[in-house]
């Protein structure tokens, strides 16, 4: 995302010096979950002392895009990346973005864009070493359209993986990486949803995970089944999910507020786990914690379901796990 946003890469797959920074940002994120919720621990800087750590983290991060963004000045160049772009916008526009609000935009997209994706592919992986069935139709799928990890994503091919497709948009309904509600306030006059007045100033919100659960729209809604989202060409086998309207599949929220990065996020989360695929057989770890991750019968209520991955509200989610075992495969 570094990359992508600011035209430079840290590459924390083979340099450990930024990983640090994950962490920070999902306990920011807690801190900032709260806020949400409660703003009065603002007062007196509350917060501060409920979450040492989170606002520790928070520092840290805000130090680092500060760093970045003052190497990206200094170099001074006029790049394609989001940075480099809201730069040029705001020059060019009779209604600039100032300093701050693109410092502001580059802090959102940097955790958005990294913690959320993250978040949805643990998911995928965890339900497809959770249901075997899954994942050998896909491997299938997979192995049969691509014989090298570079012709992933260079035409048409991936597109049509549609179990693939499938297996993506079924992890993302059962365990979304922003699962609560995005809450609005209601501006003036009021507004009426569903025939009930809601007076002004009153925050309004429908939970996205409740939504996805809702057996109204999506029939088993705990079960991870992929075939729902297959169309009768592609062998559609959940024939009471025929009817059912994809506005109800609304991951990346909707309307004037939906998620611009949509697209992006969708295309990562195919590409990697098309090439994962390709390149190894993997399953759930045999070890005590091959568990992490799941949900348990003696669990708290809504956390009983040992096939469901199991994330935490922290504006996007906390997760743990899913712990794999992966042999590379013969040839690659």
Same mark, same amino acid.
């Given at each position: !995302?570094?990359?992508? /946003?600011?035209?430079?890469?840290?590459?924390?797959?083979?340099?450990?010096?930024?990983?640090?920074?994950?962490?920070?940002?999902?306990?920011?994120?807690?801190?900032?979950?709260?806020?949400?919720?409660?703003?009065?621990?603002?007062?007196?800087?509350?917060?501060?002392?409920?979450?040492?750590?989170?606002?520790?983290?928070?520092?840290? %991060?805000?130090?680092? %895009?500060?760093?970045?963004?003052?190497?990206?000045?200094?170099?001074?160049?006029?790049?394609?990346?989001?940075?480099?772009?809201?730069?040029?916008?705001?020059?060019?526009?009779?209604?600039?973005?100032?300093?701050?609000? %693109?410092?502001?935009?580059? !802090?959102? $997209?940097? =955790?958005?864009?990294?913690?959320?994706?993250?978040?949805?592919?643990?998911?995928?992986?965890?339900?497809?070493?959770?249901? $075997?069935?899954?994942?050998?139709?896909?491997?299938?799928?997979?192995?049969?359209?691509?014989?090298?990890?570079?012709?992933?994503?260079?035409?048409?091919?991936?597109?049509?993986?549609?179990?693939?497709?499938?297996?993506?948009?079924?992890?993302?309904?059962?365990?979304?990486?922003?699962?609560?509600?995005?809450?609005?306030?209601?501006?003036?006059?009021?507004?009426? /949803?569903?025939?009930?007045?809601?007076?002004?100033?009153?925050?309004?919100?429908?939970? /996205?995970?409740?939504?996805?659960?809702?057996?109204?729209?999506?029939?088993?809604?705990?079960?991870?089944?992929?075939?729902?989202?297959?169309?009768?060409?592609?062998?559609?086998?959940?024939?009471?999910?025929?009817? =059912?309207?994809?506005?109800?599949?609304?991951?990346?929220?909707?309307?004037?507020?939906?998620?611009?990065?949509?697209?992006?996020? =969708?295309?990562?989360? $195919?590409?990697? %786990?098309?090439?994962?695929?390709?390149?190894?057989?993997?399953?759930?770890?045999?070890?005590?914690?091959?568990?992490?991750?799941?949900?348990?019968?003696?669990?708290?209520?809504?956390?009983?379901?040992?096939?469901?991955?199991? $994330?935490?509200?922290?504006?996007?989610?906390?997760?743990?796990?899913?712990?794999?075992?992966?042999?590379?495969?013969?040839?690659?």
């Amino acid at each position: !995302m570094a990359d992508f /946003i600011y035209g430079k890469s840290y590459d924390l797959i083979h340099c450990p010096d930024y990983r640090h920074l994950l962490e920070h940002i999902e306990e920011s994120n807690l801190r900032t979950g709260v806020l949400l919720y409660c703003p009065q621990l603002y007062i007196g800087r509350l917060d501060r002392k409920l979450f040492p750590r989170a606002s520790t983290g928070n520092k840290t %991060i805000h130090s680092f %895009i500060n760093q970045i963004i003052q190497e990206r000045k200094s170099e001074n160049g006029v790049g394609q990346s989001i940075y480099e772009q809201l730069g040029t916008q705001r020059k060019s526009t009779d209604h600039p973005l100032t300093p701050e609000e %693109i410092r502001s935009e580059a !802090m959102l $997209l940097t =955790i958005a864009g990294n913690d959320t994706t993250s978040t949805a592919l643990c998911a995928a992986l965890f339900y497809l070493g959770k249901n $075997l069935h899954a994942y050998e139709k896909l491997a299938a799928e997979i192995r049969t359209k691509f014989s090298v990890v570079d012709g992933i994503g260079q035409d048409e091919t991936l597109r049509n993986c549609h179990y693939l497709h499938a297996c993506t948009y079924e992890s993302l309904r059962m365990s979304p990486p922003v699962g609560s509600s995005m809450w609005r306030e209601v501006g003036p006059g009021g507004t009426s /949803i569903d025939g009930e007045f809601i007076p002004c100033g009153y925050g309004v919100g429908t939970g /996205i995970y409740s939504i996805h659960h809702n057996p109204k729209y999506f029939p088993r809604p705990h079960d991870f089944i992929p075939e729902r989202w297959l169309s009768e060409k592609d062998g559609f086998i959940c024939k009471e999910q025929a009817d =059912i309207p994809f506005a109800a599949y609304i991951l990346f929220s909707a309307g004037t507020r939906a998620c611009l990065g949509r697209h992006l996020a =969708i295309t990562e989360l $195919l590409t990697t %786990i098309a090439a994962l695929v390709l390149l190894y057989d993997f399953r759930i770890s045999h070890t005590e914690n091959g568990e992490l991750g799941c949900g348990h019968a003696l669990g708290r209520h809504g956390r009983t379901n040992p096939g469901e991955f199991q $994330l935490y509200h922290r504006v996007t989610s906390g997760k743990e796990g899913p712990i794999l075992q992966l042999r590379p495969r013969k040839g690659n």
